[in-house]
Structure formats: C-alpha cells, structure tokens
Nanobody, 115 residues
Framework: QVYLVESGGGSVQAGGSLRLSCRTS????????MNWYRQAAGKQRDLVAT???????NYTDSVKSRFTISRDNDRNTVYLQMNTLKHEDTTNYYC?????????WGRGTQVTVSS
C-alpha cells in the first residue's frame, strides 16, 4: 500500500519559516514526481510546488522565491521549506503522488500564520 505522511506544520508569525516533510512508502519514490498542494476550508485544492524525478521544480506564482521543494531519495521523503510566510499561507498542506494512474494523498498538515 501507498502511504504519505506529512509533518512539520504549526503556528508561526508572519515572516517566519516552517519546513514540511512528507515521508512515503509503498512506491519507488525516486522515479515519481512529488507534489505539495494546499486547501483552505470550502475551497479547491491548489498545487503549490512540484518536483520531478530529475529534481526539476515548479511553483505557483504566489510562493515563488519564498518556498523551496526538495527531495531525499534515500529517505523517500519530500520537503517544502517555507520562508517569509504570510497570513494568506494559512491552510492545510497535502503531499501527493500519482502511482499507477491513481492519486494518493497524505492526511495533511496544518499551517497557521498569524499577522
């Protein structure tokens, strides 16, 4: 079975930093593109950042230059370093992978940024 477990969320003041982690199991991690999404209550889940198997990355415009996605293939883990956090970054963050044409999600980790 595929498991994705996020951690690292919490409460910080605006301008602060958090590092999210997503530990995976059940997949050949190093060959898969990994994604971070976020979803506020009552809103759609939006793609925040993605990292391909070759390490290339993409970000949604609102987090460029503030967030950095990375991966450790030895630890089967993907990270999201979030700097200069803003109040509008407050929401739940989810790790995602597509494996054998199916979407797998973690349970999410809550990030709260106080202004």
């Amino acid at each position: 079975q595929v498991y994705l477990v996020e951690s690292g969320g919490g409460s910080v003041q605006a301008g602060g930093s958090l590092r999210l982690s997503c530990r995976t199991s059940g997949i050949n991690f190093k060959i898969h593109r990994m994604n971070w999404y976020r979803q506020a209550a009552g809103k759609q889940r939006d793609l925040v950042a993605t990292i391909s198997s070759d390490g290339s990355t993409n970000y949604t415009d609102s987090v460029k230059s503030r967030f950095t996605i990375s991966r450790d293939n030895d630890r089967n883990t993907v990270y999201l370093q979030m700097n200069t956090l803003k109040h509008e970054d407050t929401t739940n963050y989810y790790c995602h992978v597509t494996w054998r044409s199916s979407n797998f999600w973690g349970r999410g980790t809550q990030v709260t940024v106080s202004s």
